[in-house]
């Protein structure tokens, strides 16, 4: 070993402590959780680590190392997988090297001298989010080629008392399911080829002892930020040893390594509690804050949408929009998006992606009197793209059907009309990139694009005959810098059919995700509440939609619509003339109340509650504890005569608070309740955390708001 590389390495945050194990061949997670003192030291820990021989069985156990491999005898899931040499499959590694740069950061290297392959890993635990951003890079130190086939971020071995696997899984326009699984002998395994992070198979888990839930009990959470395939692997080995591995999905021959090129792996987010899921929760939500927003976007208000597509969908016309541009503006609305249907030929979703101008029949005069209008008004301006596709039935396919992702001899399947574009074409990002400046570059009032990307990759061949997946996602965030650095001024939202793009990566070069195509207030808190896991409420798209949803056919009141959306990216996106004196009046109550509020909403520490499956509960907490916001909302009728006491969870239990119900504004009681006696009463934080307030009698599908203020 060499002289430059210690024992042991230890990373400190301010809540949890990381240490790795350099005493053998390859580094190695030692120990992960609760920051320990100086008292505890890591020839402790691998003392009362020390295992014996079994049966049956090799004599020292192969290490989970940060990249486990064959080469070691790994029998679990390897972290890499090489072929193209004679035994590049085989790596082992010896590291060579350490570089710790402080108490936050150090870096791994490791080399196989045989098969002359480098492994670097890069770790860093935020100080102040407690969160671990981990990379692995691979370099081909040889001279031939070396196909790689797999290669994960670095592999995290967890604690022998985390038997619970909460993952997140769904489907277009009900994503952020959370599905609950008693970790097995063996692997649940998880594998996404959609192209992109997908409705079906978000890449993050949590894995928790038995007893946890929101304010309880120790759990570590992962997310890879990776806009393409991913797969997620968490074992259970016979020797009672876990781990969980994620990486990039690659697909056969999508990365070769020609002499001195190296592939990295993303970046897996990794953080730990030892207080529950919330608290778990508050650890991604400050890093995102922190490290991902840009300082703009961490500055200002987000401003209020109103976005067309409910409202008219293709049905463009200029004075119609002015129309609906004069209603929202008087309901609060800041910004005005209009919605996919105003470019050349597109009078549905059958024709016009890729010709991105202007539709003179429908604009004769341009989008210039419209975006005057919408801006005189006092609203900001934003319009939708779809750059990476195309349809069959455009001017840009006639004339460039090759630039197209496709492979030789197979049909394509059919996807909503239209086929994906190859980024990996330089002539491709180069058309687009005009195309979106200039539209940028005509009207510099345009301030926000809503950026879609509706069909999944089927056939991911580029001109090259190359699967493309890996490259065409590093060439969409590099579109998207590249615009971004064109146009400074402008917001990006990524929005893929709604949830099928939410990622810390495409996070990373964007602004704003669109959470889901779903607007149904019901299903929105259940997405809503699954999304919360890793992302804050500022970068979650909640929108206030028709009073009978277009996706599920439900029905629901506008108080709790309204309700549900005012913990977001709050917006409105319906037709705003079918709207009844009742329903705008409510709104301009809803979204007022929001703009005061929304300085906390954005800010502050997510409190999800405990329920009893009748309703959905959370707290927005100020980091300092003298305001909050509680909502109770009622999805189904309660099995007993009447609910249970609500918990204000997450407030000081020392201070008093003077509680409030600020939603809604007219509540109607068939007999008086708890409600009319709290009201701007003062309460101790420890009677309203611990003891809780009994809930009113609600129909099911409504919702109410508390305010409190510390005195």
């Avoid at 592999?155 to 899984?169: A, Q």
């Avoid at 730990?272 to 500055?299: N, W």
């Avoid at 959306?565 to 329903?583: I, K, N, Q, Y």
Wanted: glycine content about 8%; proline content about 4%.
């Amino acid at each position: 070993m060499a002289s430059s590389v210690p024992n042991y390495v230890y990373l400190h945050s301010t809540l949890a402590t990381l240490i790795i194990n350099c005493t053998g061949k390859t580094p190695a997670v030692l120990y992960w959780g609760k920051r320990l003192d100086d008292a505890t030291n890591a020839e402790m820990l691998s003392l009362l680590s020390t295992r014996q021989e079994v049966k049956c069985a090799v004599k020292v156990e192969a290490p989970i190392s940060l990249t486990p491999s064959m080469g070691e005898g790994f029998t679990g899931g390897p972290g890499i997988e090489l072929s193209g040499t004679s035994d590049a499959w085989s790596i082992g590694g010896q590291l060579v090297s350490v570089t710790q740069v402080d108490l936050q950061s150090a870096v791994f290297v490791s080399v196989d001298d045989i098969r002359k392959i480098q492994i670097e890993h890069t770790l860093h635990l935020d100080k102040l989010a407690n969160v671990l951003s981990a990379q692995s890079k691979v370099t081909n130190i040889g001279e031939q080629a070396i196909n790689v086939d797999y290669f994960a971020a670095p592999t995290i071995s967890m604690p022998d008392h985390m038997t619970k696997l909460l993952s997140f899984e769904g489907r277009w326009s009900y994503e952020f399911h959370r599905q609950s699984v008693d970790l097995f002998l063996g692997s649940v395994l998880r594998e996404n080829r959609k192209g992109k992070t997908s409705h079906d198979n978000f890449p993050g888990v949590v894995l928790h002892e038995e007893s946890a839930h929101e304010q309880h009990g120790e759990c570590y959470g992962f997310h890879l930020g990776w806009s393409g395939n991913h797969r997620t692997r968490v074992e259970l080995l016979p020797e009672q040893r876990t781990y969980v591995q994620m990486g990039e999905l690659l697909m056969p021959s999508e990365c070769t390594l020609q002499s001195n090129e190296s592939y990295t792996s993303p970046t897996l987010y990794c953080a730990y509690s030892a207080s529950g899921f919330s608290d778990l929760s508050a650890c991604f939500h400050e890093y995102v804050r922190s490290q991902i927003l840009t300082p703009k976007m961490k500055s200002k208000a987000r401003p209020v949408h109103y976005n067309t597509w409910e409202g008219i969908y293709f049905d463009h016309d200029t004075e119609t929009l002015k129309g609906l541009a004069d209603i929202v503006a008087d309901l609060g609305a800041e910004r005005f998006v209009l919605d996919d249907g105003w470019f050349k030929g597109r009078r549905g979703d059958f024709a016009g992606l890729g010709d991105w101008t202007v539709d003179e029949k429908i604009y004769p005069d341009g989008l210039g009197p419209l975006i005057k209008h919408v801006n005189d008004l006092g609203l900001e301006f934003g319009i939708w793209f779809e750059p990476e596709m195309v349809n069959p039935d455009s001017d840009l396919y006639r004339a460039h059907p090759e630039w197209v992702l496709q492979t030789q001899g197979n049909e394509q399947l059919s996807f909503r009309n239209q086929l994906v574009l190859d980024l990996t074409r330089k002539e491709v990002c180069e058309y687009l990139y005009k195309c979106v400046c200039d539209i940028l570059s005509e009207h510099p009032t345009i301030k926000y694009i809503k950026w879609d990307m509706n069909r999944d990759i089927n056939h991911a061949g580029n001109f090259a005959g190359k699967p493309a997946v890996s490259a065409q996602t590093h060439a969409l965030y590099k579109l998207i810098d590249d615009i971004k650095a064109a146009h400074p001024d402008v917001e990006i939202e990524s929005c893929s059919s709604g949830g099928a793009r939410v990622d810390f990566g495409v996070l990373s070069h964007t602004d704003r995700l669109w959470t889901s195509d779903s607007n149904d207030a019901l299903d929105r808190l259940s997405i809503q509440k699954g999304c919360s896991f890793f992302f804050p409420s500022e970068v979650m798209g909640a929108h206030i939609g028709p009073r009978d949803c277009h996706i599920t056919g439900r029905h629901i009141d506008i108080d709790m619509r309204a309700a549900v959306s005012f913990f977001g990216h709050m917006g409105m996106e319906m037709d705003p003339r079918e709207l009844t004196d009742h329903e705008k009046a409510r709104l301009k109550i809803i979204i007022a109340l929001h703009k005061k509020h929304r300085g906390l909403i954005h800010s502050g520490k997510l409190e999800r509650l405990e329920s009893d499956g009748n309703s959905s509960d959370f707290g927005i907490v100020s980091h300092d504890k003298t305001q909050a916001l509680y909502a109770y909302n009622s999805v189904t009728e309660t099995k007993r005569t009447a609910p249970k006491k609500y918990h204000f969870k997450g407030i000081d239990e020392t201070k008093s608070y003077r509680l409030n119900m600020i939603w809604p504004t007219d509540l109607k009681e068939y007999s008086e309740s708890v409600l009319s006696k709290v009201e701007n009463q003062v309460f101790t934080g420890q009677a309203l955390s611990q003891f809780g307030m009994q809930l009113p009698i609600q129909f099911p599908q409504s919702a109410l708001i508390f305010e409190l203020n510390a005195v």
